[in-house]
């Protein structure tokens, strides 16, 4: 919802579209990394922090 939200004040403020395509990219990139790299350390070990089997 964030990076919807972001869109607004950058074309409020005139953001040159390189710049915003290129800074959006590195936080979808470094966002999806986070969650990536923690699914894949934590394995099963979520379902059993969430309540699961």
């Not at 040159?16 to 350390?41: D, T």
């Amino acid at each position: 919802m964030l990076r919807t939200l972001v869109s607004i004040p950058a074309g409020v403020l005139h953001m040159e579209l390189k710049q915003y395509v290129v800074s959006s990219a590195m936080g979808i990139f470094l966002w999806n990394l986070f969650f990536v790299g923690a699914g894949y350390l934590l394995g099963e070990q979520v379902f059993s922090l969430l309540g699961g089997n």
